[in-house]
C-alpha cells in the first residue's frame, strides 16, 4: 500500500503529459482530493531492479465525476508524490476501482 499521499509535484513534461490526454493539473488534484484508489503498477519490480521509485496507479472521480488514472511515484517522507501521466479511465480501469480492493488514500 502506498503511503498516504498529501500533495502532487509535477514538471513540464508533466504538464503535457496530462493535456495530450485532455487533462489538467487541477483535475489529478481533484482525485487526490476525492475518494482515489491506488494500485501497484505492473512494472514495479522492473523498476524496483533498476533502483527507480515504485510507481502507483491513482483511479477516482474527476471534477465532472467521470472516473480518471494518474501515473505517481512512491511518496517522498513528506507525503508529496511525483505526478507522471494521467488519461480517462478505460473500461477496465472503471471496473477495477468499483471492485473490491486497491487501496484508499488514508494517513
Do not use: C
Amino acid at each position: 500500500m502506498p503511503p498516504f499521499i498529501a500533495d502532487l509535484t509535477f514538471n513540464a513534461t508533466t504538464r503535457e503529459e496530462l493535456a495530450d490526454h485532455g487533462l489538467i493539473l487541477a483535475d489529478a488534484l481533484d482525485v487526490l482530493d476525492g475518494n482515489p484508489k491506488f494500485f501497484p503498477d505492473k512494472g514495479r519490480r522492473a523498476r524496483r531492479r533498476r533502483g527507480l521509485r515504485q510507481r502507483w496507479i491513482m483511479i477516482g472521480p474527476g471534477p465532472d465525476g467521470a472516473l480518471l488514472t494518474f501515473i505517481v511515484d512512491d511518496p517522498d517522507e513528506q507525503h508529496v508524490a511525483h505526478l507522471v501521466t494521467g488519461w480517462r479511465s478505460s473500461r477496465a480501469e472503471r471496473t477495477r476501482y468499483h471492485q473490491p480492493g486497491g487501496r484508499g488514500n488514508r494517513p
